[in-house]
T-cell receptor, first 110, second 116 residues
Framework: AQRVTQPEKLLSVFKGAPVELKCNYSYSGSPELFWYVQYSRQRLQLLLRHISRESIKGFTADLNKGETSFHLKKPFAQEEDSAMYYCALRPVSGYSTLTFGKGTMLLVSP | NAGVMQNPRHLVRRRGQEARLRCSPMKGHSHVYWYRQLPEEGLKFMVYLQKENIIDESGMPKERFSAEFPKEGPSILRIQQVVRGDSAAYFC??????????????FGEGSRLTVL
């Protein structure tokens, strides 16, 4: 069985400060990891996936298999980054069903 | 493309009644997923369906819950004899299909069920 843990319910930072949203996972096989985001009054949507190795809206995330982590980082937070962030996992082989963490609310204050 | 459409957005039921939640996937998507979000909890997978087939229902409670995705029409999540513990937000998501397994799911806005 797979599990995704996001230890922080709420992360509050000031504009311009660095941000790191933590995500740890447990899965015996090879996982694919994702970050989804939900802005206020919007639908949950994909932010980035580890296999793409891309930076989206200044956010990056590196899969660390040794530490079983996939932390989301941004060097300088912006107010528009305030949202609910969910880390998600699925097996490399198999269905597209995702297992989500409980989410972390990021609040960026001016 | 209007995206994944869920209705009703809000549903109030009394204990013992039935709740039916509908989901129309994005145009061209043949796979539907239902998730439940309880207060203070994350999204919990319930069921994964293709047209006329249930692929994975490992997250569905054994009793009172059922789901279908008929050849024509929306996917329906049905909860019989609702109890207060069923109060939650129910989210539907869709994807193009197993052949396009990018891992991206497209979510609806959710249906919030309140059981009195």
């Amino acid at each position: 069985a797979q599990r995704v843990t996001q230890p922080e319910k709420l992360l509050s930072v000031f504009k311009g400060a660095p941000v790191e949203l933590k995500c740890n996972y447990s899965y015996s096989g090879s996982p694919e990891l994702f970050w989804y985001v939900q802005y206020s009054r919007q639908r949950l949507q994909l932010l980035l996936r580890h296999i793409s190795r891309e930076s989206i809206k200044g956010f990056t995330a590196d899969l660390n298999k040794g530490e079983t982590s996939f932390h989301l980082k941004k060097p300088f937070a912006q107010e528009e980054d305030s949202a609910m962030y969910y880390c998600a996992l699925r097996p490399v082989s198999g269905y597209s069903t995702l297992t989500f963490g409980k989410g972390t609310m990021l609040l960026v204050s001016p | 493309n209007a995206g994944v459409m869920q209705n009703p957005r809000h549903l109030v039921r009394r204990r013992g009644q039935e709740a039916r939640l509908r989901c129309s996937p994005m145009k061209g998507h043949s796979h539907v997923y239902w998730y439940r979000q309880l207060p203070e909890e994350g999204l919990k997978f319930m069921v994964y369906l293709q047209k006329e087939n249930i692929i994975d229902e490992s997250g569905m409670p054994k009793e009172r819950f059922s789901a279908e995705f008929p050849k024509e029409g929306p996917s329906i999540l049905r909860i019989q004899q609702v109890v207060r513990g069923d109060s939650a937000a129910y989210f539907c998501a869709s994807s193009p299909g197993q052949g396009a397994t990018t891992g991206e799911l497209f979510f609806g806005e959710g249906s919030r069920l309140t059981v009195l």
